[in-house]
């Protein structure tokens, strides 16, 4: 993934944020909208879209867009850094290749210690009943 080209791939746009703020949030367009053409993406390998297709078909629209936006703050540039820092960290999380997880087994140690304990606490429970009468 080329961070550069990526960014510069961006389509950004200004929204009117809602929220507090006052009468500023009624004249400014602080909220950033990002929007990302992952089909037609120069910065991703062909390998790179299929596993995002794979691992974030929801926040993916029918056109191959991916679109984020951000009003947390009153600033506009703020606004539009968190974005990108957004986008950016969820692209690198879903494009990671998970390790294969190693079976292992239980040492001969732990399996002793187990089956004590259960000896202990099932003496302890038969201790506890009255005794029989016969």
């Given at each position: 993934?080329?961070?550069?080209?990526?960014?510069?791939?961006?389509?950004?746009?200004?929204?009117?944020?809602?929220?507090?703020?006052?009468?500023?949030?009624?004249?400014?367009?602080?909220?950033?909208?990002?929007?990302?053409?992952?089909?037609?993406?120069?910065?991703?390998?062909?390998?790179?879209?299929?596993?995002?297709?794979?691992?974030?078909?929801?926040?993916?629209?029918?056109?191959?867009i991916i679109t984020l936006q951000c009003g947390e703050t009153r600033s506009q540039h703020r606004n539009k850094t968190i974005v990108i820092e957004r986008l950016l960290k969820l692209l690198q999380e879903n494009l990671k290749i998970a390790k294969p997880r190693k079976k292992t087994k239980p040492s001969k140690g732990a399996i002793e210690r187990r089956l004590k304990s259960k000896k202990e606490q099932a003496f302890k429970k038969s201790n506890r009943k009255p005794p029989k009468m016969e």
């Open positions: 993934m080329n961070t550069e080209v990526l960014i510069s791939e961006l389509n950004f746009k200004a929204i009117r944020s809602s929220g507090p703020g006052g009468q500023h949030v009624n004249k400014t367009a602080s909220k950033v909208e990002v929007s990302f053409d992952l089909e037609n993406s120069q910065a991703l390998s062909e390998s790179e879209k299929e596993r995002l297709q794979n691992k974030i078909s929801a926040k993916i629209s029918s056109e191959g």
